[in-house]
């Protein structure tokens, strides 16, 4: 079945960086574009990065331009997001995703917390 696990959460000074990982099975990695969204406490769950299929296009938020890299690498189903920079308003539960004609689907959820 499809899965989408993630890891590299944690704590992390504000200025500091940390590296989201999300390894994907149970479908072909490398047909569908893949997004990192966000869920801060009591706020909407928002987009902050996607990266196309293939060619690498890449689109972010406006709150983390410039600071976030969102990258792939198909050969090991596994999207990546690099926060550098992190401010306290980046505390956040972050999620990876896809959509398909079956639905949308979801990673568990890494938790990332930045202190002032």
């Known amino acids: 079945q499809v899965q989408l696990v993630e890891s590299g959460g944690g704590l992390v000074q504000a200025g500091g960086s940390l590296r989201l990982s999300c390894a994907g099975s149970g479908f072909t990695f490398s047909d569908y574009a893949m997004r990192w969204y966000r869920q801060a406490p009591g706020k909407e769950r928002e987009l902050v990065a996607q990266?196309?299929?293939?060619?690498?296009?890449?689109t972010y938020a406006d709150s983390v331009q410039g600071r976030f890299t969102i990258s792939r690498d198909n050969a090991k189903n596994t999207v990546y997001l690099q926060m550098n920079s992190l401010k306290p308003e980046d505390t956040a539960v972050y999620f990876c995703?896809?959509?398909?004609?079956?639905?949308?689907?979801w990673g568990q959820g890494s938790q990332v917390t930045v202190s002032s």
């Open positions: 995703n896809f959509r398909r004609w079956s639905g949308n689907y």
């Open positions: 990266i196309a299929s293939v060619g690498g296009t890449t």
